[in-house]
């Protein structure tokens, strides 16, 4: 334990790079996107200190270019869930004994590193195995991640920070425990900072985990682990197994020391794993920790005030920045007709000049969507609304995976504001727009906010003021990030804490202190200085 009160450097958020041309960071990572692009990786397991392969492989290729193979990961089984477990349970108490300061010297390095000598290579692992264009890619593996960690270290102090008052003669302590046994970490493929930070914030925290990623993230997973190791990681601490889910939840959710869930992902799997973690609970030593960040369904809302162009431009970029497959993109969007005919034109300007391919050609502001099954899903949506009468395909509408699972920004106009796709999450480039009669903006707002089970973001644009209050009052539970004139994605570490309520999650907001407490069960220690020697009060006494 340390022996004085260390101070975390003062975090502050990492800077977004341009990778304009004649930048060293575009020369570095174009340089990086090559070599990888000429290697052939054999990516193992991590379990305890041991590199597992098990000669079971499977292929991994880049979303926009799928006949390209960049190499192969080993899948693992029900016994390497297991293995992982034994892992984590014999790596935690040289782990939760090590001081803090400690813990967060090592997560300080990752970030570091992955600011410095790894920044090309997170990148470019995040580009070619997830699809994502430079800018897209630094923002999240670069940028979102170092701002993870750096933030944790910083928010983990806080907490400790957090302490009682005492009376005279006593001294009320509070000791943040981590939790009694392992933490499980399931990951998305959307974002390699979240699939970072999902294992390392109950790690800072003293916690070992169980880390089983999205098998069309593991490519970039590696480069996190590799940086998680030469910060210093002990083995053990994280685990990584490529385990298909509910083999994996099979084991971990059977496991008496299963102790808490780390999940971003879709809402239905979520709460598929609550409802196993129910019909398990005899068997854990104690109530697990179940948190959750899930699906979305997005909205704009535009008041009659409001800049069409603003709007359009928000829409533009909140809906189709990496293919709208952000939890938080922009899906649905509320238009009065008063400016509808504006906002349409700035948007066919931007869709015209919008190019879509590989991200490798860096002016490509759309590029492949991740893989085939999310790519036969959103085709079905679109053709489906080819169909139907209550919906019209204003722009785009096309898909190709000849070459890469592309897919059009699309953009529909639902005459009926019940329209399926302004009710489901599609995850991908599909953005609905609803008219609306500019004098019922207030109907509007109830529809917005009783027409989806989710909650993540949404935003309202407008030039009034009371326009702006009555739809922060109006749509208070129906988004945990709300945006007044802004596009509803792009929350940032240490400024906009991120999280949504109802179907979208249980709100502990990633990249805060809130998340932090999670991962720890605090004990309350009372001393007393000079204990009483006599059972009696004075109340007692004789008159
Ligand atoms: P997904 O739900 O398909 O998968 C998430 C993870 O769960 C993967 O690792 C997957 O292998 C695992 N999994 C699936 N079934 C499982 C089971 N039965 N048992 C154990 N694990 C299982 O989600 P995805 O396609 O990777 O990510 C997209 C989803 O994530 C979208 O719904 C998006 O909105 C959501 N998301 C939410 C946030 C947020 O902060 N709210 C952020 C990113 C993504």
Not at 203 to 228: C, D, H, R
Not at 254 to 278: E, M, P, R, Y
Not at 286 to 293: L, M
Request: net charge negative; glycine share 8%; aromatic share 12%.
């Amino acid at each position: 334990m340390p022996k004085g009160n260390y101070y975390i450097p003062t975090p502050s958020n990492e800077p977004v790079l341009t990778y304009a041309p004649g930048t060293p960071e575009r020369a570095a990572l174009k340089e990086a996107v090559a070599a990888a692009r000429k290697e052939q990786r054999d990516i193992p397991m991590y379990i305890g200190g041991e590199e597992v392969r098990t000669g079971n492989t499977l292929p991994m290729s880049p979303p926009y270019d799928h006949q390209h193979v960049l190499g192969h990961f080993h899948e693992g089984d029900a016994s390497h869930v297991n293995q992982a477990i034994d892992a984590a349970l014999a790596a935690k108490e040289d782990w939760e004994n090590l001081g803090w300061e400690h813990r967060a010297s090592i997560f300080l390095k990752a970030a570091d590193l992955i600011a410095g000598p790894y920044r090309a290579k997170i990148n470019a692992a995040t580009m070619l195995s997830q699809s994502k264009n430079a800018f897209q890619a630094e923002i999240d593996a670069a940028c979102e991640f170092i701002d993870f960690l750096r933030f944790n270290a910083s928010f983990m102090q806080e907490v400790y920070m957090e302490q009682p008052e005492s009376a005279p003669g006593i001294w009320n302590r509070l000791e943040y425990r981590p939790l009694e046994g392992f933490v499980f970490a399931i990951t998305p493929f959307n974002f390699t900072a979240i699939a970072g930070n999902l294992p390392a914030a109950p790690a800072l925290m003293g916690n070992t985990v169980v880390w089983k990623p999205s098998y069309t993230q593991i490519y970039s997973a590696q480069v996190i682990m590799e940086v998680f190791k030469e910060a210093g990681l002990p083995d053990g601490v994280i685990n990584l197994i490529y385990v298909d889910g509910p083999v994996a939840g099979d084991v971990v959710f059977k496991h008496n020391d299963f102790a808490g869930l780390h999940f971003t992902g879709s809402t239905g799997v979520f709460k598929h794993l609550w409802k196993t973690i129910g019909e398990n609970i005899d068997l854990y030593k104690t109530y697990p920790r179940i948190v959750g960040e899930t699906g979305g369904k997005d909205f704009v809302v535009a008041h009659k005030s409001a800049d069409a162009q603003e709007v359009a431009t928000g829409l533009i970029r909140g809906a189709f920045e990496f293919q709208g497959q952000k939890c938080s993109a922009a899906s649905r969007a509320y238009i009065p007709s008063n400016i509808w005919a504006d906002v349409k034109g700035h948007m066919a300007d931007a869709l015209k000049e919008i190019s879509m391919g590989s991200p490798e050609d860096f002016s490509n502001f759309v590029n492949a969507v991740i893989d085939k099954n999310a790519f036969n899903k959103i085709a079905k949506y679109i053709d489906q609304a080819k169909e139907d009468k209550d919906v019209d395909v204003i722009f785009g509408g096309n898909y190709d995976d000849s070459v890469g699972y592309f897919i059009e920004p699309t953009v529909l106009l639902a005459k009926d504001p019940k329209y399926t796709t302004m009710c489901e999450e599609i995850f991908g480039p599909v953005l609905t727009i609803y008219v609306y009669e500019p004098e019922e903006f207030e109907a509007t707002l109830e529809l917005v906010d009783s027409t989806s089970p989710y909650a993540l973001t949404g935003a309202v644009f407008s030039k009034d003021r009371y326009a702006i209050e009555l739809a922060a009052k109006k749509l208070k539970n129906s988004a945990g990030n709300f945006y007044i004139n802004d596009k509803p994605t792009g929350a940032v570490v240490g400024q906009q804490p991120f999280g949504g309520a109802r179907g979208s999650g249980t709100n502990d907001k990633a990249g805060a202190a809130m998340n932090l407490l999670r991962w720890v069960s605090a004990r309350t220690i009372k001393e007393t200085f000079v204990p009483p020697k006599s059972y009696r009060y004075p109340f007692l006494d004789k008159e």
